[in-house]
Nanobody, 114 residues
Framework: QVQLVESGGGLVQAGESLRLSCVAS????????MGWYRQAPGKQREWVAT???????NILNAVKGRFTISRDNAKNTVFLQMNSLKPEDTAVYYC????????WGKGTLVTVSS
């Protein structure tokens, strides 16, 4: 059974940084396509970043230059480094695996105060 467990969320002030982590189990991690999504209050869930099996990465334009996705295959972990956070980044952030299976974590809350 695939499990994704996020951590690292919290309350920060605008301009500060957070690093989210997502530990995966029950799957072959090293070649998996991992992603981060977020859902702000009252809005639909939106895609933020993807790591394509460690080969390439894609980042939402709105966060490009501030957010970075990376992975540590030895720890079955994918990260989302978030710098220069803005109040509009406030959301629940979800970890996702899109290949070779599809699964979601339960999310971690990020709150950015102005």
């Amino acid at each position: 059974q695939v499990q994704l467990v996020e951590s690292g969320g919290g309350l920060v002030q605008a301009g500060e940084s957070l690093r989210l982590s997502c530990v995966a189990s029950g799957m072959i991690f090293s070649t998996s396509v991992m992603g981060w999504y977020r859902q702000a209050p009252g809005k639909q869930r939106e895609w933020v970043a993807t790591d394509n099996g460690g080969r390439t990465t894609n980042i939402l334009n709105a966060v490009k230059g501030r957010f970075t996705i990376s992975r540590d295959n030895a720890k079955n972990t994918v990260f989302l480094q978030m710098n220069s956070l803005k109040p509009e980044d406030t959301a629940v952030y979800y970890c996702n695996v899109a290949w070779p299976v599809v699964a979601w974590g339960k999310g971690t809350l990020v709150t950015v105060s102005s």
